[in-house]
């Protein structure tokens, strides 16, 4: 079985996650009785937020006309913008964490792994190993 480093498994998780939480929170938003204009409002706004917190799946999307002829639509493209490219902050340093985390252990085990080596060549020195060439014929 093949095994990921777990940086890619996070990053991946990430991205699953962050691109099916817009459906749900959009149906969840009308659930919840938000005004058609907001949850719109919103969803634009997210997209846009993500786009500026580093997202490289979405992009600015803005209804200029009636981001400024709808109060409902203003409001929720402002408060999805800031929730979400917060969000997307947060996403994207989670995953420099994890790669950072993943480079340090793997740092860690080339350490161990040239201190070992070098044990066993401190154990073997002054010792006359002549004799163990023919051991692998």
């Not at 990053?11 to 919840?32: D, G, H, P």
Request: charged share 35%.
């Amino acid at each position: 079985m093949k095994q990921y480093p777990v940086s890619s498994v996070a990053i991946l998780a990430i991205c699953v996650a962050t691109l099916t939480a817009c459906v749900t929170r959009e149906e969840s938003m009308v659930k919840q009785g938000y005004p058609r204009g907001y949850v719109e409002g919103f969803s634009d706004g997210c997209h846009s937020g993500k786009k500026a917190g580093g997202s490289m799946f979405d992009q600015f999307k803005k209804d200029v006309r009636r981001f400024d002829r709808d109060a409902r639509y203003a409001q929720g493209w402002s408060d999805g913008f800031r929730q979400c490219e917060t969000e997307e902050e947060a996403a994207e340093r989670q995953s420099r964490m994890a790669i950072e985390r993943q480079r340090m252990l793997d740092e860690r085990k080339r350490y161990e792994d040239d201190e070992q080596r070098r044990m066993e060549r401190d154990v073997l020195r002054g010792i006359d190993t002549r004799g163990l060439e023919n051991l692998g014929k």
